[in-house]
């Protein structure tokens, strides 16, 4: 960053320091732009950002530490990591403790803080094409621990990483494995390390995990609602991006599941039902008011039933699920890209018989849902594998 005057946090300056100064800030439409800055105004009001060991702190510091997490959080509902709220710019490397013998770059302490070493961080952006950039990767640390204290998380992300985990397990295994691969090896200390790998690479090198990794990048991309095509960065595309991620899916075997009846709790409450009101039958007649009362209460059991069945077919990499069986048939219908299945998760405790909790994303209500199904059908270890080839969680009880 060049030694030159500070600037003034207005939309106006920050604008034009931006266009000069943050590349990542060009490639956004208009609106965009103007969304950025005034996260980025927003950042800077809520955050204490402050030096150590000498270093100081201007407004041109505080614009491009916002900058990049919110490079980062652009897509996303719930972007202000509220819960880290003091960032500390060291001028270099920095001791892990006072007199410690480990030099640091950075860290994410699950106190509320964040450390940077300024040398550091500027060279992430300086250089935009090594795939390391020190503020993508911490930033990538305090959204993924932001939750701590019950400090609101992005209702996306929560329940989405489950699906990147899927798609992020074979190149973590990767690296763990020393096989060869475009992540860094520092990516195989944890799974929350690779996660903030894998989005300095997304960053720098998306063309290049898409070759390598296609469900990987498209996981990335959705998990952040963003991504970059042709120069220009798109954000809110997450529905274009599960439906491209669809066609590079391998077809499964066709599999359908639904209710069994006799696994559900209105079998027994009917069972318990049909004793008293054949005897009440034989003693008073069948119009007694017991008898009718048992009547109505036994087409209210089987109502309860007809609303909660529920039928999962999975065919042609698209998942087809509705609900209701005779009078509420077809309550609920839903036809949804294998790509928005989230997980299977397979209990089983009889050799056909078998209770299945699916989880999806329904993008028209943005919402995810979970369905348990007491299957008469257990799943083919087959249809199961190819599931897992999809890069979907698959869990066998």
Known sequence: MPETADIQLTESELERFYSSYFSYYNTLISPQRTIFVGRCLKFIEYKIISGAEGFEVNNKVRAIIAASAVQLTLGLEIWALNYFDTIIIYPKEFDNVPGGHIRFKGETNLKGYIRLSWQSFISGYA??????????????????FNPIAGHEQDYFIE??????????????????QNRNTIFRKYGGANINEFLSVCIEHFFESPDEIKEHYPLLYYSTAILLNQHKESGVTEIGVRQKLFEEKNELLKATAEHEMS???????????????LVPLVYTAFVTGITSGADLFLVAFAF???????????????????LFLTKGFLLFKNRTKINIPLSQLISLRLNSNEENDAECELIYYNEKETYFYSETIQSDKKPENDFLNELISNKIAVYRG
């Open 259 to 273: 209710t069994k009846f006799k696994r559900t709790s209105t079998f027994g409450m009917l069972l318990v039902t």
């Open 159 to 176: 329940h989405y990483f489950e699906a990147w985990m899927a798609s992020a397990i074979e190149p973590f295994n990767d690296i763990k």
């Open 300 to 318: 209210m059991v089987y109502l309860r039933f007809d609303f909660y069945f529920i039928s999962a077919n999975i065919k042609n990499k698209r």
């Open 127 to 144: 250089i935009g094409d090594d795939n390391i950039n020190l503020g993508l990767h911490e930033f990538t640390h305090a959204l993924r």
